[in-house]
């Protein structure tokens, strides 16, 4: 591959011959009668593929720099695997360990033939991006990195092609860059396997292979079982039971990947999200902390963390993360709504309104205008909560809450037939809910998870049902009232009749029914 820096483009030219006259001290040379040996077994562990096994034979290869008889092959060795190691990081998205860096430096002190073979591989390894759920890299870091291998793609992809079967990073190059930068419906592994006979059957490819584009999850449970080291693949098995609906299985594996490497964003920020998804906010906040430890500046973290202490009801704890967030002019919209949730949930009705009325102005969805109208209706602004209420359940006809309180504000301004309408609708809204809870429990009763978990969210759906059925009576005594003052008997009838035992509504249903003979 000598040819490579000719073939890519000039920049590379210059970075080969920097390289060539940056190059440091030769390394003492020694002898040792085991280096043959350590270095086929350095050889095997890139092959087996792991990161760990990376990571060790990168530290056996540079051990055995100094070696005479292996000197060179070692040198090599040490390049390659510092950089797929930097790959895998950045597949992972973990924090960057600084492989690439080492990876440069250690090429910088090698001979010139490996500084005009690796050098290119390293180029095209600083441009793949950093998967995963936590943006670790500047949005112009990413942009020019893509740029880059749009801009040379076809340049690289035909190096890359001659050369994928030529040693591991080759082999891994090829398949990282095509699964990266060729959209996903022209992905053709098998086809790019084709051209490495020699790499193809190694788990080091192998884990690529299935992790490219779509998930081949038999593959990585095999990987796996034949090598519990490959522990970074309890990740990518923990996306594929959160796409299949398996929250608990992708919990217990996102926390064996933490307990593995708890320095990792995308594991991290994807445990705090599934805590909140199971109800458990105080261990949400604690791993989203986790997240802005290594990274932070990430303003999606920052925002969970904001929503997990106003669902714990730590709304002065929430609100001084907001400020942070306005403070660095981080999802202001979101900020703005959540800050005015927090101010509320206080009493401080003034504030939230001046808040609700900002995010208003950047975030169009059905939620801020319910808080907006909820808001209002505080602060005595009738007309303005109705107006809200009314935006708010165009945009989400399905939600039962909207429906409810735009019903009550209606029969309070006495518009009586718009409010039958639409506390009827939400009546049947609120019974449609209920089915949905129900079901919920009853799956969840007959889930594996732990028990104190599944009891905890089975009494939240408890006390979800018992507040529909409030809003229900609430609703049906309204619509009573609302065909009374419509001279409506009949229909009145039939809802105050619902009423007659009930302990809040009973004594005004049966007086209403009396009005009735």
Same mark, same amino acid.
């Given at each position: 591959?000598?040819?490579?820096?000719?073939?890519?483009?000039?920049?590379?030219?210059?970075?080969?011959?920097?390289?060539?006259?940056?190059?440091?001290?030769?390394? !003492?040379?020694?002898?040792?009668?085991?280096?043959?040996?350590?270095?086929?077994?350095?050889?095997?562990?890139?092959?087996?593929?792991?990161?760990?096994?990376?990571?060790?034979?990168?530290?056996?290869?540079?051990?055995?720099?100094?070696?005479?008889?292996?000197?060179?092959?070692?040198?090599?060795?040490?390049?390659?695997?510092?950089?797929?190691?930097?790959?895998?990081?950045?597949?992972?998205? *973990?924090?960057?360990?600084?492989?690439?860096?080492?990876?440069?430096?250690?090429?910088?002190?090698?001979?010139?033939?490996?500084?005009?073979?690796?050098? %290119?591989?390293?180029?095209?390894?600083?441009?793949?991006?950093?998967?995963?759920?936590?943006?670790?890299?500047?949005?112009?870091?990413?942009?020019?990195?893509?740029?880059?291998?749009?801009?040379?793609?076809?340049?690289?992809?035909?190096?890359?092609? +001659?050369?994928?079967?030529?040693?591991?990073?080759?082999?891994?190059?090829?398949?990282?860059?095509?699964?990266?930068?060729? %959209?996903?419906?022209?992905?053709?592994?098998?086809?790019?396997?084709?051209?490495? %006979?020699?790499?193809?059957?190694?788990?080091?490819?192998?884990?690529?292979?299935? *992790?490219?584009?779509?998930?081949?999850? #038999? *593959?990585?449970?095999?990987?796996?079982?034949?090598?519990?080291?490959?522990?970074?693949?309890?990740?990518?098995?923990?996306?594929?039971?959160?796409?299949?609906?398996?929250? +608990?299985?992708?919990?217990?594996?996102?926390?064996?990947?933490?307990?593995?490497?708890?320095?990792? !964003?995308?594991?991290?920020?994807?445990?705090?999200?599934?805590?909140?998804?199971?109800?458990?906010? +105080?261990?949400?906040?604690?791993?989203?902390?986790?997240?802005?430890?290594?990274?932070?500046?990430?303003?999606?973290?920052?925002?969970?963390?904001?929503?997990?202490?106003?669902?714990?009801?730590?709304?002065?704890?929430?609100?001084?993360?907001?400020?942070?967030?306005?403070?660095?002019?981080?999802?202001? #919209? +979101?900020?703005?709504?959540?800050?005015?949730?927090?101010?509320?949930?206080?009493?401080?009705?003034?504030?939230?309104?001046?808040?609700?009325?900002?995010?208003?102005?950047?975030?169009?969805?059905?939620?801020?205008?319910?808080?907006?109208?909820?808001?209002?209706?505080?602060?005595?602004?009738?007309?303005?909560?109705?107006?809200?209420?009314?935006?708010?359940?165009?945009?989400?006809?399905?939600?039962?809450?909207?429906?409810?309180?735009?019903?009550?504000?209606?029969?309070?301004? #006495?518009?009586?037939?718009?409010?039958?309408?639409?506390?009827?609708?939400?009546?049947?809204?609120?019974?449609?809910?209920?089915?949905?809870?129900?079901?919920?429990?009853?799956?969840?009763?007959?889930?594996?998870?732990?028990?104190?978990?599944?009891?905890?969210?089975?009494?939240?759906?408890?006390?979800?049902?018992?507040?529909?059925?409030?809003?229900?009576?609430?609703?049906?005594?309204?619509?009573?009232?609302?065909?009374?003052?419509?001279?409506?008997?009949?229909?009145?009838?039939?809802?105050?009749?619902?009423?007659?035992?009930?302990?809040?509504? #009973?004594?005004?249903?049966?007086?209403?029914?009396?009005?009735?003979?």
């Amino acid at each position: 591959m000598g040819s490579n820096c000719d073939v890519l483009r000039a920049p590379t030219l210059i970075l080969c011959a920097m390289a060539i006259g940056c190059s440091s001290a030769k390394i !003492p040379a020694r002898s040792d009668p085991t280096a043959p040996a350590r270095l086929a077994a350095a050889d095997a562990l890139v092959r087996d593929g792991c990161f760990d096994c990376l990571v060790d034979a990168h530290r056996e290869y540079l051990a055995l720099r100094p070696v005479a008889s292996v000197a060179e092959a070692a040198a090599a060795g040490a390049v390659r695997t510092a950089a797929l190691l930097a790959i895998r990081e950045r597949d992972l998205g *973990t924090e960057d360990s600084g492989y690439l860096k080492r990876a440069q430096e250690l090429l910088g002190g090698a001979g010139s033939t490996l500084q005009l073979a690796l050098a %290119p591989l390293l180029e095209i390894a600083d441009t793949l991006p950093v998967r995963g759920a936590a943006r670790q890299v500047a949005e112009d870091v990413e942009l020019a990195r893509m740029q880059a291998a749009n801009r040379h793609r076809e340049t690289w992809t035909a190096a890359l092609r +001659d050369g994928a079967d030529a040693d591991a990073l080759s082999a891994y190059v090829w398949l990282a860059f095509n699964c990266a930068y060729v %959209p996903a419906s022209q992905q053709a592994v098998d086809e790019w396997l084709g051209v490495m %006979p020699v790499w193809r059957e190694t788990p080091l490819v192998r884990f690529k292979a299935a *992790t490219c584009g779509s998930m081949d999850r #038999g *593959t990585l449970e095999h990987l796996l079982d034949a090598n519990p080291r490959f522990r970074e693949i309890d990740y990518h098995l923990a996306l594929s039971a959160a796409l299949r609906g398996k929250i +608990d299985e992708a919990m217990e594996r996102l926390l064996r990947s933490y307990a593995w490497r708890p320095r990792w !964003p995308s594991v991290t920020q994807s445990l705090a999200n599934d805590y909140v998804a199971v109800e458990e906010f +105080d261990s949400a906040v604690e791993f989203f902390d986790k997240t802005l430890a290594v990274v932070p500046a990430y303003a999606d973290a920052m925002l969970g963390k904001a929503r997990a202490l106003t669902y714990a009801g730590r709304h002065d704890e929430a609100l001084a993360v907001i400020d942070q967030m306005l403070t660095g002019h981080w999802l202001i #919209g +979101d900020a703005r709504y959540w800050r005015a949730l927090n101010d509320a949930q206080l009493g401080r009705n003034e504030e939230a309104w001046s808040d609700v009325e900002l995010a208003a102005k950047l975030l169009v969805n059905a939620e801020v205008p319910k808080l907006a109208g909820l808001i209002a209706y505080r602060l005595k602004q009738i007309e303005v909560s109705r107006a809200k209420f009314e935006e708010s359940r165009e945009r989400n006809p399905d939600d039962c809450e909207t429906g409810y309180y735009l019903g009550l504000v209606l029969d309070e301004q #006495g518009v009586w037939s718009r409010a039958a309408e639409v506390l009827i609708e939400t009546d049947r809204c609120l019974q449609n809910a209920e089915r949905s809870l129900e079901a919920e429990i009853a799956s969840l009763r007959s889930s594996t998870q732990s028990p104190e978990r599944r009891d905890r969210q089975i009494a939240r759906r408890e006390r979800q049902i018992a507040n529909g059925r409030r809003m229900m009576t609430t609703s049906w005594f309204n619509i009573a009232v609302a065909y009374y003052n419509l001279a409506r008997k009949d229909d009145a009838r039939q809802y105050a009749e619902k009423l007659a035992a009930d302990d809040q509504f #009973g004594d005004r249903a049966r007086d209403l029914l009396s009005r009735l003979r």
